[in-house]
């Protein structure tokens, strides 16, 4: 447990994914033109006096330690893991128990998020009530991207929150530091994340509400959304928070700006 609020960005690996993955067809062309994009799967620790708080955990630690560093096929693209991709190996490597978790948030519960689930063991895993019906009942339609066996271990500690489109937010400690907000679309109870430090700056982890640039600029509509819809409505909730907070927005999946990104002991606010 830290005496102070920091953020952390967690390295959780890559994946060289087919551009259509990311970029609905139905969109800007250019964005399908040229090779398979690589991207990133981010994980996030947030220090907090009351608790350590993961947001995420990337692909389950059999599927990490699988190949080390090689190329494993999946039904959505090629993975490049190691066994220090998995969340847990992230945050002991920062020298954090995770006996000190005291929260999993998950944005969602599709397979490259749901890695840390279980592996905390004082915490309490939670998510929106409607993504968990969904996670651990998947329709045939959704179910490539769904991993029911961590999500369904007994013993875990659930926790489900039902958060309005325009509801402010859940404020998970009450002091406006971590704000959970209702961004679906891309699946049925996705939520971001509003972050406050103490010296009123503020971060947005937006998560696959917005995966990328192209889709916060609004030239493109992410390649996978179950309500295109409500998909759209999240990418302008989450612009105009960031113009009413003139906060940075990290994405879901951008390896342009996850290159360029602190990671580690370095806190991002």
Same mark, same amino acid.
Request: proline share 8%; hydrophobic share 40%; glycine share 10%.
């Given at each position: 447990?830290?005496?102070?609020?920091?953020?952390?960005?967690?390295?959780?690996?890559?994946?060289?994914?087919?551009?259509?993955?990311?970029?609905?067809?139905?969109?800007?062309?250019?964005?399908?033109?040229?090779?398979?994009?690589?991207?990133?799967?981010?994980?996030?620790?947030?220090?907090?006096?009351?608790?350590?708080?993961?947001?995420?955990?990337?692909?389950?630690?059999?599927?990490?330690?699988?190949?080390?560093?090689?190329?494993?096929?999946?039904?959505?693209?090629?993975?490049?893991?190691?066994?220090?991709?998995h969340v847990l190996a992230q945050v002991e490597a920062l020298d954090v128990d995770p006996a000190d978790v005291r929260y999993v948030v998950h944005t969602h519960?599709?397979? +490259?998020?749901?890695?840390?689930?279980?592996?905390?063991?004082?915490?309490? %895993? #939670?998510? @929106?009530?409607?993504?968990?019906? !969904?996670?651990?009942?998947?329709?045939?339609?959704?179910?490539?991207?769904?991993?029911?066996?961590?999500?369904?271990?007994?013993?875990?500690?659930?926790?489900?929150?039902?958060?309005?489109?325009?509801?402010?937010?859940?404020?998970?400690?009450?002091?406006?530091?971590?704000?959970?907000?209702?961004?679906?679309?891309?699946?049925?109870?996705?939520?971001?994340?509003?972050?406050?430090?103490?010296?009123?700056?503020?971060?947005?982890?937006?998560?696959?509400?917005?995966?990328?640039?192209?889709?916060?600029?609004?030239?493109?509509?992410?390649?996978?959304?179950? +309500?295109?819809?409500?998909?759209?409505?999240?990418?302008?909730?989450?612009? %105009? #928070?960031? @113009?009413?907070?003139?906060?940075? !927005?990290?994405?879901?999946?951008?390896?342009?700006?996850?290159?360029?990104?602190?990671?580690?002991?370095?806190?991002l606010l």
């Amino acid at each position: 447990m830290s005496d102070s609020f920091s953020v952390h960005a967690l390295d959780g690996g890559s994946m060289l994914c087919p551009r259509p993955n990311l970029f609905h067809i139905g969109g800007n062309p250019e964005h399908l033109e040229g090779e398979p994009m690589v991207i990133p799967f981010p994980s996030y620790l947030i220090r907090h006096p009351k608790g350590d708080v993961v947001v995420d955990g990337g692909w389950r630690q059999e599927v990490c330690a699988a190949g080390d560093p090689s190329l494993k096929p999946t039904t959505i693209g090629t993975l490049v893991l190691g066994p220090d991709s998995h969340v847990l190996a992230q945050v002991e490597a920062l020298d954090v128990d995770p006996a000190d978790v005291r929260y999993v948030v998950h944005t969602h519960l599709h397979n +490259d998020h749901v890695g840390g689930t279980g592996h905390f063991p004082n915490a309490i %895993e #939670l998510v @929106d009530e409607s993504e968990l019906r !969904v996670g651990l009942s998947p329709g045939w339609f959704t179910e490539f991207i769904y991993d029911t066996e961590p999500i369904s271990a007994p013993d875990l500690n659930w926790e489900t929150i039902a958060i309005a489109a325009d509801d402010p937010g859940h404020d998970l400690y009450g002091d406006g530091t971590i704000r959970l907000i209702a961004t679906p679309g891309h699946s049925i109870g996705h939520m971001s994340l509003v972050l406050s430090g103490g010296d009123g700056a503020s971060l947005i982890l937006a998560g696959d509400a917005v995966p990328d640039r192209p889709h916060f600029e609004e030239e493109a509509m992410p390649g996978w959304s179950v +309500d295109a819809e409500k998909a759209a409505a999240s990418i302008k909730r989450v612009r %105009e #928070l960031q @113009d009413q907070l003139q906060c940075e !927005v990290l994405f879901g999946h951008s390896i342009e700006q996850w290159q360029d990104l602190a990671k580690g002991p370095d806190s991002l606010l």
